[in-house]
């Protein structure tokens, strides 16, 4: 119980045990494929190490754990969807490898499936549960929002508060809400679960951070993805939002017209001339500086916790993991 | 209390209380239009009638009561979106007026909303309460893809059997679920729980069937929708499944050729001759019969519930009410 594997396992194995396909067959099979599919499942992983944080029963977390991830897996479906990705975890996507209304409708399945799971396991704390859940589902529901929102603002009008805002909403409070739903189940005390909480809350904001950073350096081979897809994409990220705030007015002036362009111009001339800027103000550094951090006011978050030392350290190999990721 | 109208207008009330637009404004703006929109929110005032028949304070089920109608307009605003429907309620859907990425997502914060309403109030019986209303929209998602599926089966593939348990999913148990919760708020006795969700849910069978009906036969001025329409869609309803079953073999092969017309034919040509087909069966007073034969199912179930006769006459009134309707 004192390493990240024998957590990953442990949702491995809840996973492997636990039927998705049911009937009508046309509404269930994208569902089996989709948690199938598999993913790093951090999730549920984190859920467990903090309910045994507070020296909670792990088999009283299995069905949560459940409902953590199909939560998680039914908004990359509809994100997905209203994204238009092909591609997840290396596969085709609901949408792509079936049509539009069954991403729709078996993604809606899937959040009363992880509802299903939450109500299977009786606990004093209930209600205090299904509402940190659902706050969190609709957190997660407007941060998406504002992401789509930026896209029709354009890089001038979004701040960086704004987008961390929205990467707190998006990505943060699943994390957060995971390892509070697990503390929740534990009977931890309310000051601790408030102080883990915060400690996913920046966890999250600085993997969210990361990613953003591994767009534009990360090493293709290990990262999955080709470098530099937010800048072919316009998307806009902590990258150029952080750029804008040191660049000067000619080179502030290029990267909105570079995130401004659309077919006109040859997408590779397009990222190297984004990353040319980047280089030019140091961004790299920068943003590992403020990654850096992050994490540090996360390790505090944990540093601070009344627990057994022991017992913190799969959730501190885990940051470590996170800070050190390629991919 | 003893009249509909009561409970309609408690029903207004509770939603004209409560603030459904937030921020981001783009993601509740669309929400606050649907549930603004109005309808005849069935749901919610059989939830307070059910509440009330077993001794309910009526406070304690206004939430639950703004849940269900919360839960019934997502599944609209997806169906409508899945099913490319123009209209509801005679304005038009959200993703016409707004586009297809806000009615998911939108849709999917009404479910999260819809869950915050059932968990603000607690109750000794909260998690049957719950699972009561998850099971429901699990349901609820069964039958609308099985509703999808029956389009591509095509007419001759799908039994009366199929279409009847097709129907309970998709329109019954919401009915049957919105009264058996409002009881289970009230601390009504299991067996009378289960007694008073027979009725709803025979009186939703009848309430689709009658639907149905008033396609083929309705007053188009009372109706609100022109004679036929699901003529014209090829839609597989309870009446050419009953017309096949007292169909000749000419007629059986002339009305399985018409289902499966596509834009080859006149379409007001192709619903006079269903029609006609329809006529010479004497379908309607056979439909006219069923219908009336799962009325009577319900209000005997309706007549076993130990309960105040006072307290059942606003769900008789109501019966009433979808027994004559013209629309």
């Known amino acids: 119980m004192n390493s990240i594997k024998y957590y990953l396992d442990q949702v491995k194995t809840i996973f492997d045990a636990e039927q998705f396909d049911a009937e009508p067959h046309e509404l269930y099979a994208p569902i089996d494929y989709t948690l199938r599919l598999g993913g790093k499942r951090i999730r549920p992983t984190m859920l467990l190490m903090a309910n045994a944080l507070f020296g909670g029963d792990e088999k009283q977390v299995h069905n949560a754990a459940l409902g953590i991830e199909t939560f998680h897996n039914f908004t990359l479906l509809h994100d997905d969807l209203m994204d238009r990705s092909p591609l997840r975890r290396g596969q085709p996507t609901v949408y792509t490898k079936w049509n539009e209304n069954t991403a729709i409708l078996s993604g809606d399945t899937m959040f009363a499936l992880a509802w299903r799971f939450f109500l299977r396991q009786p606990s004093p704390s209930l209600q205090e549960i299904l509402q940190c859940f659902n706050e969190t589902a609709i957190e997660v529901c407007e941060g998406q929002q504002k992401d789509m929102n930026f896209e029709r603002m354009g890089l001038a009008n979004v701040s960086i508060g704004d987008y961390m805002d929205m990467i707190r909403q998006k990505t943060a409070v699943l994390l957060a809400g995971a390892l509070k739903i697990g503390a929740l189940?534990?009977?931890?005390?309310?000051?601790?679960?408030?102080?883990?909480?915060?400690?996913?809350?920046?966890?999250?904001?600085?993997?969210?951070?990361?990613?953003?950073?591994?767009?534009?350096?990360?090493?293709?081979?290990?990262?999955?993805?080709?470098?530099?897809?937010?800048?072919?994409?316009?998307?806009?990220?902590?990258?150029?939002?952080?750029?804008?705030?040191?660049?000067?007015?000619?080179?502030?002036?290029?990267?909105?017209?570079?995130?401004?362009?659309?077919?006109?111009?040859?997408?590779?001339?397009?990222?190297?001339?984004?990353?040319?800027?980047?280089?030019?103000?140091?961004?790299?550094?920068?943003?590992?500086?403020?990654?850096?951090?992050?994490?540090?006011?996360?390790?505090?978050?944990?540093?601070?916790?009344?627990?057994?030392?022991?017992?913190?350290?799969?959730?501190?190999?885990l940051m470590e993991t996170l800070i050190g990721r390629k991919k």
């Open 185 to 317: 189940y534990a009977g931890a005390p309310a000051n601790e679960v408030e102080r883990l909480y915060a400690f996913g809350i920046h966890l999250g904001l600085a993997f969210q951070m990361q990613d953003d950073l591994l767009d534009g350096y990360g090493d293709t081979a290990v990262f999955g993805k080709k470098t530099g897809q937010d800048i072919r994409d316009n998307k806009i990220s902590f990258l150029p939002l952080t750029a804008l705030k040191t660049a000067n007015e000619e080179q502030k002036q290029q990267l909105l017209a570079l995130f401004a362009s659309k077919d006109n111009m040859d997408e590779e001339e397009k990222v190297r001339q984004v990353l040319a800027i980047y280089e030019s103000l140091n961004l790299k550094n920068t943003i590992e500086k403020t990654i850096a951090d992050e994490f540090e006011t996360a390790r505090k978050e944990l540093d601070g916790i009344h627990a057994d030392e022991t017992l913190k350290t799969p959730l501190r190999e």
